[in-house]
C-alpha cells in the first residue's frame, strides 16, 4: 500500500485507527481517534469515512464511531483463534462448573499475553483480564507458560527489557524469573500468587497441539484458596483440548 510522506503505509494507519478502541471506549469521534492514533485530523477523518464505507466501522446517530460488525465477521472467517476457543470452548466451561471461579484461554501474540475467552462466576475472585485484552508475559500465570514454552530468543528478550511490576509480588528480577520460567518447563504448571492483583492466585498449564505448546489455560483462585484440585482440573481439560484440536478438520 502507498506510504505517507512519513513512510508509513495506509495498513499501518489503518492499524492506528482500530487500536484506539478498547474496552472502555468503544466509540469515539474522529478527532478523538486522530488524537489517541497520532495521525493529523485530515487523515484520520479521511481513513475513518473510508472505514465506515467499507463496515468496518460503524457510524451512530451522534457522529460517534465504533467497530463494525463486518470486520468481527471477518476476524471469524478461518481464524485460527475461532478453532482454538471452539475446541477449548466444553473444557473451559466444565472447569468453571467445577470451580466456579474465573477460567481463561490466552495465546502468545506479538511479546505479549492475548486472552481469548474468560469464563466466570458472579461470587469469583477480582479479575483484571478481559476477552481480547493484554497483559505482560512475566506478570500473569497464562503469560509465564507461554514465556516458559516459548522460543528462546522471547525469553532472551524478556529477561533483558525491564520487567515493570504489576503488583509487588510480580517477578522482576531476571534470575528469579529464569528460575521460575524452569520450574514452569519441568512441572508444566505455574501458581503465580499475587503478581497480578494481591488477592487472587493465577493458575496455569499448556495447551498443546501435535505436541507444540499454542496456549495457555487457566483459573484465578483467592489468593489463600488450595490449588491440587484446580491444578488437576486444568490438566485434564488441556488434555482434552488437545485431544479436540487433534480431531478437528
Known amino acids: 500500500m502507498a506510504n ?8 499501518e494507519r489503518i492499524v492506528r485507527v482500530l ?43 451522534g457522529g460517534r464511531v465504533q467497530l463494525g460488525m463486518h470486520l468481527w465477521e471477518l476476524a471469524q472467517r478461518g481464524s485460527r483463534a475461532l478453532r482454538l476457543r471452539q475446541a477449548a470452548m ?11 471461579e474465573h477460567t481463561q484461554l490466552a495465546v502468545l501474540e ?28 512475566h506478570a500473569s500465570s497464562s503469560g509465564l507458560v507461554l514465556l516458559a514454552f516459548g522460543d528462546p530468543d522471547l525469553r532472551r528478550r524478556v529477561l533483558a527489557a525491564p520487567l515493570a511490576a504489576v503488583t509487588p509480588d510480580t517477578p522482576t528480577d531476571p534470575a528469579e524469573l529464569t528460575a521460575l520460567l ?18 487472587s492466585t493465577g ?37 482434552g483440548i488437545s485431544r479436540a484440536l487433534e480431531r478437528a478438520p
Open 4 to 11: 505517507s510522506s512519513s513512510g508509513e503505509s495506509v495498513a
Open 19 to 61: 487500536r484506539t478502541f478498547d474496552a472502555d471506549r468503544t466509540a469515539q469521534t474522529p478527532s478523538q481517534i486522530a488524537r489517541r492514533a497520532n495521525l493529523p485530523s485530515s487523515t484520520a477523518h479521511r481513513l475513518v469515512g473510508e472505514l465506515v464505507a467499507t463496515g468496518l466501522l460503524d457510524r451512530d446517530e
Open 90 to 100: 466444553p473444557f473451559m466451561e466444565r472447569v468453571q462448573a467445577r470451580l466456579r
Open 110 to 137: 506479538r511479546g505479549e499475553t492475548l486472552f481469548l475467552e474468560r469464563l466466570s462466576h458472579p461470587h469469583a475472585v477480582s479479575n483484571i483480564t478481559r476477552i481480547a485484552g493484554r497483559l505482560p508475559l
Open 182 to 199: 524452569e520450574r514452569v518447563r519441568a512441572e508444566e504448571v505455574v501458581v503465580a500468587r499475587g503478581f497480578v492483583e494481591a488477592v
Open 203 to 239: 493458575i496455569a498449564v499448556p495447551v498443546r497441539e501435535n505436541r507444540r505448546v499454542i496456549a495457555a489455560l487457566s483459573v484465578v483462585l483467592p489468593r489463600e484458596a488450595p490449588t491440587a484440585g484446580a491444578i488437576d482440573e486444568l490438566r485434564r481439560a488441556a488434555a
